[in-house]
């Protein structure tokens, strides 16, 4: 069973997916970083494919993706990567990354590479609903794979509903109209849609993402979903001085 | 077959939104609304009654004798260098400063790559009294200062853009950024035929006005509303656009695009995007682009900083896919010869993108009854660095910039 769905069948609350980007800081801390993230009980990796132009992504990811291109990050290096934390791990791992790479890659390739070497989902941030029904949903079915959508504020019920709909692991609830890595405690006003959300009764989990990045942000995002995602916050704490295990568990105590 | 964009934002197979969910509510908006206000009549009084006062249209087509003469056929210039502000970028701004005021926007954030669009935006928004910020490459920012002083006497904040190579490319990066962050109050106005749809679809009307004067003044000076060859350079390629939209479906008109070749097409520093990009995505549209085997966006290379895009506007990808234009490519050291050329025959400067399209005339073979136009996109006071450079040595330039 995809470990995605297995991992939502098991456990409704509390959920913790940290993301990374591939290759950063060093090349090879994919695969250790993995590992870490497993043993130190975290429920999800979102393992980030660095991206010349990433859209959504505020500095911290960019600088990340920039310095992994740098290192020589290479999608097949990836692959292999994850294949090889596999050996060690069984802890659900996604793929985030953008359109383009997976277009360039040829997009059945890309997915039957990526089913191939261990991944379990998807989340592309510029592949439109529309897009994915018509081309690819079929494909994700047959491999096995999971693909999250994102909702916003702005997001319209009924686009939330297809949303619910279409996504096959968890609803990507992103927590305020901007990019990644934004400070600032939760505010009223997202609150109220987060209650907007849960009143909604969706079928597909929720996790809450963008600008979570200590314990009282993840403490209200496990309130209204079924867990949260951090990734910039994890990012600036990889890159700080000392041992990566150590950076690891430092942070990951933080948060809970 | 249809060269004009369909209901779900494509052409042909090129086009769409492919953009993250925090732009789809504004994109939505946009989609759903360009088109009826647009049409307006109170919409259409205030454009056409701007670009007549304040762009200073309609701009002249002008038969340029002795260039001409020289090769051996008929050859107009349509004098876009003469708008307000000194190239075609204003038509597009107009328009969209005008959607923006009725679509209740308040912050108007643009980028640019040379600087013209970003003055072109600057200028509207001090017309129209609208915050105005300008997303800049830090490399760009460096190399157009002129322009770079302009947009901050017109009242402008010019913000750079550091992240990857600091170009055009990451400019719009960072507008998009802006604008996923502040999706209420903010209107984008993109500054070529590229983007998600509606953009490519709506700043092709607004730069369609070039094309609907030469009908009528080509029907003055030679009797009939076509030419049999238009010419026009191609980075996004919104001037392009301007100039061929009322052709697209008349077969008698040939149209030729003319791309930056840099060093070279195979020297490695180009912007020949067509011939060297492959299918994929940038800025939310699916096109042609420079990229790498692994699907990451390449920069490209030219001297001119408004064709070194590294995607073209998704209607010109189909164009050329579909055979309907034909593609020519023109070096750095063409384009600055052929600019050179017009200076000394005509009394002209032109903007070195203009004088890419100038400097594919040596590879054409006309007959001398025939009648070309090339559009003269924008005037090279802006390029008159590399201009000098040039003339102290005429055969000898090297890539010093990049």
């Keep these: 069973m995809n470990r995605v769905k297995h991992l939502f069948d098991k456990k409704d609350r509390d959920i913790l997916n940290v993301y990374f980007t591939a290759g950063h800081p060093q090349l090879d801390d994919t695969v250790d970083i993995i590992r870490q993230l497993s043993h130190e009980g975290v429920d999800l990796v979102e393992v980030g494919m660095p991206y010349s132009d990433p859209l959504a992504d505020g500095k911290t990811i960019q600088n990340s993706s920039q310095k992994a291109l740098e290192n020589g990050m290479k999608l097949d290096i990836l692959f292999a990567q994850i294949k090889e934390a596999r050996e060690y791990t069984n802890i659900p791992i996604i793929l985030m990354g953008y359109y383009n790479q997976m277009i360039q890659y040829g997009e059945a390739a890309f997915l039957e590479k990526a089913k191939e070497v261990g991944v379990d989902g998807m989340i592309i941030p510029d592949l439109p609903m529309e897009i994915y029904v018509q081309a690819y949903r079929n494909l994700f079915e047959e491999l096995g794979l999971t693909i999250s959508f994102l909702i916003t504020p702005e997001t319209s019920e009924e686009r939330i509903r297809q949303a619910d709909k279409l996504s096959s692991g968890f609803i990507y609830v992103v927590s305020k109209s901007s990019i990644t890595g934004t400070s600032g405690a939760i505010s009223g006003e997202q609150e109220e849609y987060f209650n907007r959300l849960e009143a909604m009764n969706l079928d597909s989990p929720t996790l809450i993402g963008f600008g979570i990045y200590d314990q009282s942000g993840y403490n209200t995002a496990c309130r209204h979903a079924n867990g949260a995602i951090i990734g910039s916050a994890f990012i600036r704490a990889l890159e700080s001085d000392g041992k990566l295990s150590d950076k690891i568990v430092s942070f990951l105590s933080g948060i809970r | ?402």
């Design chain 2, 1 to 402: 077959m249809s060269y004009s964009v369909n209901e779900q934002g494509f052409y042909g197979e090129f086009g769409g939104a492919f953009i993250p969910e925090m732009l789809h509510a504004n994109i939505e908006h946009l989609s759903k609304n360009y088109l009826k206000i647009i049409r307006e009549a109170e919409f259409r009084e205030q454009f056409d009654a701007l670009l007549k006062d304040f762009v200073g249209r309609p701009t002249p087509l002008y038969h340029a004798k002795r260039l001409s003469q020289r090769y051996n056929t008929k050859i107009y210039l349509k004098r876009e260098d003469l708008n307000h502000t000194g190239a075609h970028k204003i038509n597009n701004t107009i328009g969209q400063i005008l959607l923006a005021r009725k679509l209740g926007k308040k912050r108007i954030i643009a980028e640019t790559g040379a600087g013209q669009h970003g003055v072109a935006t600057a200028t509207v928004c001090a017309l129209m009294g609208v915050q105005c910020i300008v997303y800049m490459g830090k490399t760009d920012i460096a190399r157009q200062a002129p322009n770079v002083a302009r947009m901050r006497m017109l009242g402008a904040e010019v913000r750079p853009a550091l992240s990857g190579s600091q170009t055009l490319k990451d400019a719009t990066n960072e507008a998009i950024r802006d604008w996923i962050n502040n999706p209420s109050d903010t209107h984008y106005i993109i500054g070529s035929v590229v983007g998600p749809h509606p953009y490519p679809d709506m700043v092709a009307r607004f730069q369609s006005v070039i094309s609907e004067e030469m009908r009528w003044q080509l029907q003055e000076h030679e009797g009939r509303e076509y030419p049999d060859i238009i010419i026009a350079c191609v980075g996004g390629g919104s001037n392009a656009a301007g100039a061929f939209y009322h052709y697209l479906e008349d077969d008698r008109v040939c149209l030729i695009a003319v791309e930056a070749a840099g060093l070279g097409i195979d020297s490695g520093a180009s912007a020949a995007t067509s011939l060297l990009g492959t299918k994929g995505i940038i800025h939310g549209s699916k096109t042609l682009l420079m990229q790498t085997e692994d699907g990451q966006i390449v920069e490209p290379y030219s001297i001119s900083a408004g064709l070194d895009y590294p995607g073209i506007g998704p209607q010109h990808a189909h164009l050329i896919q579909s055979g309907r234009a034909q593609v020519l490519h023109a070096t750095d050291q063409e384009a600055l010869d052929a600019a050179l050329e017009l200076a000394r025959i005509e009394g002209i400067i032109p903007a070195l993108e203009t004088a890419h399209a100038l400097a594919v005339l040596d590879k054409l073979e006309f007959k001398e009854d025939e009648i070309v136009v090339i559009n003269l996109s924008g005037r090279g006071d802006k390029d008159l660095a590399a201009y000098i450079e040039y003339l102290e040595n005429p055969s000898g330039r090297h890539k010093s910039d990049h």
